[in-house]
């Protein structure tokens, strides 16, 4: 299968949903930077950009390099030519801002960070995504917050709620990178071991193309990451959907499908592990028997 | 508390060590890099040296920001001018390597991928400890493989070894960034995750932080990481031991000690975690309620 | 404390019920005397009671001296004067079976064996308990199936029925006495355990204590358990109700309340544990990491 | 296969073991008591022998309907006519019981309390068993604290020393019916469950039968259980080792080898538990995903 496809890197995020095509987010960058050293936890202000920009470039480069089509800005606030994101608890307020970008006469891509629970007042997921698409926006989803499949859950319902209103949109969804079935409605801020020991929860990539596989059934068509994606986890989207979309990303010039690149080593029980049905259904030891496998929530 | 220190870094290895210094390792190269994209899991080679090399230089970055004293080159071939370091899982192979790099008139560090029931000629720690330093090496220690508990106790029977012997050498050791403690003789790789479903094994920063104030109580002075490493666990050493340095690493003017970056959190329940006790008393769950907590070597 | 008090034993089911008593139950008949050897799992047949009398009577014994007020015939169908107690998962049939009852003017309590999703018609709790008591049941609850939790998520839903529709009635809750969290709609017997491997799941007496207050605190006056309830654990029942009731059940001469037993240990960290803080917050381990925390029902 | 067998009733422990005869020991007194109702824990006293002697005798009729050979009194003092049993954690002690009852001509079987790493003083396992069998005891091994596979490791190691010694004996266990994989030097007591917290770790009858296995390929040939052994652990141990002894246990009647009473039941996914693969590979769930999978000892 051919790498890349640079030549789609020209049109815009509308025309590409609209032609069906399906358009790969990005991932994790203020945990990611965290961990390599140029976020501060906490704050997670986004200095790094200035201070050390080789170092935000550096990890750009490799979400494209994995498959990313879209680069959303590190700042949280700054525009791009092609579309405005943005990320919203309350329904309300994010109508405000779709209204404002649409007299910019943008496309416009609104995403809540909310889980099957609805927003902070209540309003329903259906509701929300009701709400951001009469208001203008062209793209409804959520991100960050909760884990893919709580989010997929909550993408069912926005889907549900806007057919039952007889609208329609692009959905996209962008779930944490982190397992996280027992996160309350505030989600995983909310757990007792953010920020600084999620680690045992890091989705695999195998989690990660059952995720893709799921959010393409479920008709969404923007598909990414957020906290805890990193590159492979990007990576492992584009190359479930390669046989959709027709192309693999480039950075799979360094990955086996499945396990493949394991089948020349020595050991044969390693060899033994080169097949998809072996990593479909391992269930990944935490190697901490004195811990639980799930956390109540702070609040 | 002054940051990095750089002056320091004129001083060769050995007389930094024979001053009563503590050396802090790298981490982990070929495992980090293939999540961002760039080595191909199971040949595990480093082409990525050529192919990418703002990629690999970033993650040297990242390391020295972190606090590390020696970068050991990526290539496991090449050699520095400083110290020449090998990775062996035979005392006899080991010993060769270390009488031919004598020759060279250069300080050798060597260490060993062993756990506690020695090489696989039943070689125990302490009998290859007291062989490598009788061949020459000034440094000896263990490094990969095993997680940092299991590479303490080796260590441990190391020292005893020379002790017992009446020798006398510099303790290394770079254990993984993961929590092993069901790999057998053979180490990580016979475990069923090996390598793409470690990710609920791997250390958070306060499980390194106690690892290297036990490596350092043990009497070792030249402590890392190996795989699994990535640069936050390696500040966490530089943290951890930065009493004893008098210096924090650059990359601490990202992270506040034991959390304490959470302390202007608008939720109460998070700024409750920016303390010493929360973190280290923390029983992390893995999400992960349909996984067992420890899995049985295939071989 | 007063133990037992038997002149209670000859007051009605209804007159102790309406009189504002707590009515404790009794336990597992079946699958405690299958690990006695006297019932065979698959058939669950109830020969026991004329081929092993002793056996029946001594278990019944038990109940008595862990404080159940009511004895259920182990026959699961004949009648006993005092009153009717029956089985069912349709609500339609659970209401023939009341109004046929009622007919031989008998006070009726009438359990079912749902979850919080009610019956296989789709027949919520709430909507089942106005059934039963519309069809002339003085009490209605659930029994069988379930574990604690959600057996008292199932009951919370019923009584808000009855209040929804203006009727009264005694509530009774008769749970499994296993930790059930992962069970579907079809309840334990879905569960890949079922029946033999059961045993991590086996609740603490502590774990009892609670869901008695838990039951109690929601206006559930009869209370007792189903399969997996041990005498003991009807104790626990009996004990974590004794202030309310105002006397202990005569086993409690063999336990000392919340471990208070152990306060004469040789061994000070045991004698550490006879306080009820210990027992009340201990998260106990399985012994067994090999194996997960939750599992898939087969349907 | 025949039930029972009770012509061999009659025979002499020696005279059975000494013609290769597999003797089946009883299960737990105290433990079972305690939650029957009759045995207070913490003083573990017997005097429920007096006090309720039909609690205690249908305890024991259990136990023979399971398949024991031979009943331990219940006092752990008194005598019987066929041997003497005792319970020791320092081998001296230990010696010096056998020596008093070797001169009342009676055949000695003394079994410690001792794990792998040997008793109190630190004789080892093999050291003791030489020491026991030199002052004339004719069985040795072990019984309580420890889990079924940590006294198999402990009889081993007495099966060697007795090997290396030159010396012969009969082979007795009694372990635990608790995992107990996390239990330290000083046994199952040091664990933060004991004594009221140990429902998670019973093993199940399958768990039984693989130790009861293993116990006979390892040569020994009275094998039985102690804390937390039920009768249908009992039962296990018969009905494992009946291709070897010729017959079932009594209470085989109502039991289908490895599950295959389910064959009849009327769901489909139950049914297909009805087979020896199903139960020997599963992994049961402990219900518990708040708690870990091991604990740390106190002592």
């Known amino acids: 299968m051919a790498l890349a496809g640079s030549p789609r890197a020209k049109k815009g995020i509308l025309e590409r949903l609209d032609s ?16 390599r050293g140029y976020v501060k936890a906490g704050l997670w ?31 949280f606030s700054a525009s791009e030519d092609k579309m405005e994101s943005q990320y919203f608890e309350h329904a309300e307020e994010a109508v405000w801002a779709v209204e404002v970008l649409k007299e910019a006469r943008k496309p416009v891509a609104a995403t809540m960070c909310i889980g099957p629970e609805g927003d902070m007042h209540g309003v329903t ?28 859950k909550t993408m069912r319902l926005m889907k549900e709620g806007l057919w039952a209103a007889g609208l329609k949109a692009h959905l996209m969804v962008q ?7 027992d996160c309350g409605k505030g989600g995983f801020v909310d757990l007792p071991e953010y920020p600084f020991a999620l680690e045992p929860r890091v989705a695999t990539r195998w989690d990660i193309q059952k995720y893709a596989r799921e959010a393409y059934n ?4 923007y598909i990414g990451g957020c906290c805890g994606f990193e590159p492979y986890h990007i990576r492992a ?31 044969p029980w390693i060899r033994a592990r080169a097949r998809r049905e072996y990593w479909e259904n391992l269930l990944p030891a935490s190697g901490r028997p004195f811990c639980p496998s799930l956390s109540k929530p702070d609040a």
């Open 218 to 221: 479920l008709g969404i068509r």
């Open 175 to 181: 779930p944490l990178g982190f397992h996280m079935p």
């Open 45 to 75: 202000t986004s200095e790094a950009v200035v201070e050390h920009p080789n170092a935000v470039r550096q990890l750009h480069m490799e979400f494209l390099r994995a498959g990313s089509n879209v680069m959303q800005t590190f700042t």
């Open 237 to 267: 989207i584009a190359e479930e959907l390669a046989p959709e979309r027709g192309f693999l990303p480039l950075s799979s010039d360094k990955h086996g499908s499945w396990g493949s690149g394991l089948n020349t080593h020595t050991k």
């Open 125 to 152: 997921p259906g509701e929300c995504a009701v709400k951001l698409v009469k208001a203008g926006a062209s793209i409804v989803g959520v991100n960050c917050r909760f884990g893919p499949w709580t989010s997929l």
């Open 20 to 35: 069906g095509e399906v358009v790969i987010g990005d991932g994790s960058f203020l945990i990611t930077l965290e961990k």
